[in-house]
């Protein structure tokens, strides 16, 4: 065996590096950012073997491989073709920019123009704080479904919690009521005989690109992070709670579970729908038929005013939907902006609009876990907040448990709750999806939630947090270069 690699060394050496130079001209020839791209070209000189299996893993854009492409042309038709048959488009308000300033004027049209995302004004939203106050009121909504139930979610366990609701979805499947499902093949765990279960009482549900272990370059990595319930086409839900009992407070957790749910009536239900169809249609490789029952007109009794639009981003948009949506509002704040996410590793833009909001007077907070549910994540995390501090920028760190709600408050009018975190993987990798709110009633519930939950938080101060010691530092440096992968 030694032999063998002494005498075929020079040879293999050669034709590693021969490949090397190949996925090198690959590299920059997609005119990437310059520091990750030489990253990936040390990583690959410097690590033979194991670089050309990270850069299999990690190093391929795959925004622009065909699978997605077809998906973004095919989303793009259906998404005009149901625009206009069920009548989604509302007219804009005249004094929609004089109502609500430049700013969001700026983030409507950003949205409208990237990805035509569609703005409504005759929506009612209900916040909903932690599991047990969106479950209570699902439950009562599922078991009133007279037509149709649609899911999709990143999580869905078939504990104690999945399995109640389970039972009542396969008890409106034997009613009659079309039951479709979507769940994320690495973030849940469903046994095979809940599947069944679900199989023969009529429920239709499919996995969003399965993982073999013979075929996960691209499919480990673009994951489904959305957590949509559109309900008879009337009701839906969007935010960050997933079906896993961990979520609800009312069970005997191992930790206070802190996060934020949005459910939406009106107008905005209808983009809701979409994003779930276009997500149907990939996994079920099926056009399923739509009539008007799937979406129905809106009920004019039920105008409250609110204005909401529904942003989706995922490797399979031309644009980074939310991300430029965050980007623009940070930019266009006057007053404040507060952030609540359960990981924090912003990319350079999203950083600098931070830093430079915070530098300009701007009251910039973030609330972040104290103790996150990943190592690596919280040492990543924790890289960026020095950096935060020395610009002015508030951090708090939740002690009651642990904060999984990803909002943000911009000045008065403006709120977002939706599935995105603030780091790359919700930027870049995965499907996701934010409901923006534009109205000054909700945001001012958000804001009152935002100040309760620093109750619960302790402000980072700059000097004692520099003093944490080298090995927690370097900790922090390591994790933060795995940051666009975790």
């Not at 980074?320 to 833009?349: G, H, K, L």
């Amino acid at each position: 065996m030694w032999g063998f690699l002494n005498e075929y060394w020079p040879f293999l050496l050669l034709t590693y590096y021969l490949f090397v130079l190949f996925f090198a001209v690959l590299l920059i020839l997609k005119n990437k950012n310059p520091i990750k791209t030489f990253s990936f070209l040390f990583t690959l000189l410097v690590l033979p073997g194991l670089g050309l299996l990270v850069y299999y893993l990690f190093g391929q854009d795959y925004r622009k491989s065909k699978i997605f492409e077809k998906k973004y042309l095919l989303d793009n038709a259906k998404i005009k073709e149901w625009r206009k048959q069920f009548h989604l488009d509302q007219e804009e308000q005249e004094d929609f920019e004089e109502k609500y300033g430049e700013g969001i004027f700026k983030i409507y049209r950003l949205l409208k123009n990237n990805e035509k995302a569609i703005l409504t004004f005759d929506n009612k939203a209900e916040i909903l704080i932690n599991g047990e106050e969106k479950f209570k009121r699902l439950r009562e909504d599922l078991r009133a479904a007279r037509n149709h139930i649609h899911i999709e979610y990143f999580v869905i366990f078939s504990d104690i919690l999945g399995s109640e609701l389970i039972d009542i979805l396969c008890a409106k499947a034997q009613e009659g009521v079309n039951v479709r499902v979507v769940y994320d093949d690495v973030g849940s765990s469903i046994t095979s005989k809940v599947k069944r279960k679900m199989t023969e009482s009529g429920i239709q549900h499919f996995a969003f690109m399965p993982v073999l272990f013979s075929n996960t370059t691209s499919k480990l990595n673009y994951r489904d992070h959305r957590k949509i319930v559109v309900i008879d086409g009337e009701i839906g839900y969007v935010g960050g709670i997933n079906i896993d009992k961990k979520y609800d407070n009312t069970y005997d957790n191992e930790r206070f579970w802190r996060d934020t749910h949005l459910r939406i009536s009106g107008g905005a239900v209808g983009s809701l729908q979409a994003t779930f169809l276009l997500s149907w249609n990939f996994v079920s490789k099926s056009e399923l038929l739509i009539d008007d029952k799937l979406f129905p007109a809106s009920n004019s009794e039920n105008v409250n005013s609110i204005a909401i639009q529904i942003a989706a981003s995922g490797p399979d948009t031309d644009w980074a939907n939310i991300m430029e949506a965050m980007f623009c509002a940070i930019n266009t704040a006057a007053e404040r902006v507060y952030i609540t996410t359960p990981y924090f590793m912003p990319n350079d833009s999203i950083m600098t609009a931070l830093t430079t909001a915070a530098r300009s007077g701007i009251d910039v907070r973030v609330i972040l876990p104290y103790d996150s549910d990943s190592w690596a994540a919280q040492y990543a995390s924790d890289s960026y907040i020095a950096h935060c501090l020395e610009s002015g920028i508030r951090i708090f760190r939740y002690t009651k448990g642990f904060v999984h709600a990803k909002t943000m408050i911009m000045d008065e009018s403006m709120s977002i709750v939706g599935t995105a975190n603030l780091d790359y993987r919700s930027f870049t990798l995965n499907f996701e999806v934010n409901a923006l709110i534009y109205d000054e009633a909700i945001n001012k519930k958000m804001s009152a939630i935002f100040l309760n939950d620093l109750n619960d938080c302790d402000e980072v101060d700059l000097e004692r947090w520099e003093n944490r010691g080298l090995l927690r530092k370097l900790k922090e440096s390591f994790s933060r270069l795995l940051a666009p992968l975790l």
